[in-house]
């Protein structure tokens, strides 16, 4: 019998159970595996025992499509003084006898998988004791194919003092006991249950004895209060079922690379000086290098708990506030180490482009609601789309300079569309693409072939057809968000070539690093002392098994990992940043078959 791969996800237990932490395990994962084509089998000399074994675990872990119904617990932590982690062994209680705090608002943006939701009206919510809790919502953003819902914003009243946990639950889909939305303001539906009795594990359809609250109502007003006095946070699996910003393993789950998990919070808790103690900087080290804000939430993606979402959100607030400059009306947004006198006429500068967040932002949006995130994707989306002329008709093709100008312009063309999805920003992004394949198209070696003396003329004084592993591996990030979103069959072979290009020509002799540069004729870079960046690259051969199932890629991938976690620098933001926005991609790309988000046009890319 084959051994399961120890970061193959486990089945959920059959309830809640009496301890916090194992509520947290009980969310299932919504991912879809439907409709994707057979899983390739190299022939048996090719493939290692150990990485047979993996294969075939995941060929046995077929998961359904998302349920047409089911509930995920929703903890409350009312933290704003300081209370206990979220996850404590068991919530919080109010000691006998106190006054009763008042009511506050509550709200949550809830994502969900491809496919699970597309009525916000068929959302429930109940209390800790089976009651319904009147509850309004809004979709906050759709998947553009197939329009069902992203992320929904849920808000709602909620009573809990300082340092107080609850455990509410949030049914979503069509009742087993109702065949109609229920019209706002209708009781809740009762059956026999009493308050209190177990609610059905996360994910499953609701049983029939339990109590039916009433639907939401959708209300395209409801406003979110995303730094209010309680926080509302779901499981890490719901989290990373949904991919809602990418692939991710939960952290509890990954025992393939624990020292990772230590090593990144260890990092993070250390830093000095203080991750929070730098500022804004146009030329030397910054906070927000590598989207700090992104790498925030994605830590918080992974974890699911209250003090880390607090940290991320403030992250992406203090971004805004602070390297942000709008137009006076409010419709472009650059970095504030553009020049004053910048117009979209005017090629944006290459440090602003890797300083536009797209991705941070859009995660602020998509688990916050906060209108102010979005504005922010949209004003820096625009200012690029208006920009592009300028980019890439010029003396220069700026985006193709260096693999990093492509990536950070279709990070931020993407983010752009996820919450705009007009046919001319598809079109704009389509077009990024296009230059993205054929210049990887113009060379025969699998990288993006450019001159490396004109993008950095102190790291080579000669080399007119290299690449750089590391800027690539944002460049497959930004495709493999494209694809999400689109479907592009293309980006199969792009990510293919690219895995090629990394393993076959971009690693270092001793096979353990991978070279700064590729092809600089004036200096080798073949020295693995720059092991760290291992991290920020093995997530393209992460990708790459995503789309072609070839086990090779993760004992590829691995190897480099067991190296890059060894070689761990977090001390700055920026390795923080880089290390964290990456590894979690690669632990989701090998622990799922076939996200939900690119399952649907999988098989057009075979």
């Not at 395209?220 to 393993?249: K, M, R, T």
Request: aromatic fraction near 8%.
């Amino acid at each position: 019998m084959a051994t399961r791969d120890p970061n193959a996800r486990r089945a959920a237990p059959a309830g809640f159970g009496r301890a916090l932490a194992a509520l947290l395990l009980a969310a299932p994962l919504l991912c879809t595996s439907c409709g994707r084509p057979p899983v390739r089998v190299p022939s048996a000399r090719q493939i290692e025992p150990r990485v047979r074994a993996i294969l075939e675990a995941y060929v046995a872990a077929a998961r359904p499509a998302p349920p047409a119904s089911g509930s995920v617990p929703l903890l409350l932590v009312a933290d704003a003084r300081g209370s206990a982690p979220a996850t404590a062994v068991a919530p919080a209680k109010r000691p006998p006898g106190a006054t009763p705090p008042p009511e506050v608002a509550v709200s949550a943006a809830v994502p969900f998988a491809p496919g699970a939701l597309r009525d916000v009206r068929l959302l429930r919510l109940r209390d800790g004791r089976g009651g319904a809790v009147p509850l309004r919502a809004k979709p906050l953003a759709v998947w553009p194919q197939g329009r069902s819902i992203r992320s929904a914003l849920i808000g709602f009243r909620a009573a809990l003092s300082p340092g107080e946990r609850a455990i509410y639950t949030l049914d979503y889909g069509a009742s087993p006991l109702t065949t109609e939305i229920a019209p706002p303001g209708a009781p809740a539906q009762r059956t026999g249950t009493p308050p209190g009795s177990p609610a059905p594990r996360a994910g499953a359809p609701a049983s029939q004895g339990a109590p039916v609250a009433p639907s939401a109502a959708a209300d395209e007003a409801l406003l979110p209060n995303p730094d209010g006095p309680i926080a509302a946070v779901l499981p890490p699996s719901w989290y990373a079922a949904s991919e809602v910003c990418g692939p991710q393993l939960p952290a509890m789950d990954d025992r393939r690379f624990p020292g990772f998990e230590t090593g990144i919070e260890r990092g993070l808790d250390r830093m000095t000086p203080a991750y929070d103690s730098y500022g804004v900087s146009c030329s030397g080290p910054h906070r927000t290098y590598y989207d700090g804000p992104h790498a925030l939430y994605q830590r918080f993606l992974r974890n699911g708990d209250a003090a880390r979402y607090r940290r991320a959100r403030a992250e992406a607030v203090w971004y805004r506030q602070h390297e942000l400059r709008f137009s006076p009306d409010r419709r472009l947004a650059v970095h504030v180490c553009e020049t004053e006198d910048w117009t979209p006429a005017k090629p944006l500068a290459w440090e602003v482009l890797r300083r536009t967040l797209g991705q941070g932002m859009l995660d602020d949006y998509l688990l916050t609601g906060d209108p102010a995130a979005k504005e922010a994707v949209l004003a820096t989306g625009e200012a690029l789309r208006q920009n592009l002329a300028a980019l890439t008709g010029g003396k220069e093709d700026v985006l193709r300079v260096t693999e990093r100008n492509m990536a950070w312009a279709m990070m931020t063309l993407s983010s752009y569309y996820a919450l705009d999805p007009r046919p001319e920003l598809l079109a704009a992004l389509r077009g990024l693409a296009d230059r993205t394949v054929a210049w990887q198209q113009q060379g025969a070696s699998g990288a993006f072939e450019h001159d490396l003396h004109r993008a950095d003329p102190s790291e080579c004084e000669r080399g007119p057809r290299g690449g750089s592993p590391f800027m690539t591996a944002l460049l497959v990030d930004a495709l493999m968000d494209y694809r999400a979103l689109t479907g592009d069959p293309r980006v199969r072979e792009v990510v293919a070539r690219a895995a090629g290009w990394l393993e076959e020509r971009a690693l270092t002799s001793d096979r353990r690093a991978f070279r700064y540069l590729w092809g600089c004729e004036t200096d080798a870079y073949d020295d693995s002392g720059t092991a760290d960046l291992n991290l920020l690259i093995v997530p393209v051969f992460g990708a790459a098994y995503a789309l072609t199932r070839d086990p090779r890629w993760l004992a590829v991938g691995d190897a480099l990992a067991d190296v890059g976690v060894k070689e761990m620098r977090v001390k700055q933001p920026k390795q923080w940043n880089q290390a964290m926005r990456a590894f979690g991609r690669y632990l989701g790309y090998r622990a799922t078959l076939a996200g939900p988000a690119m399952a649907a046009q999988l098989s057009a890319g075979r």
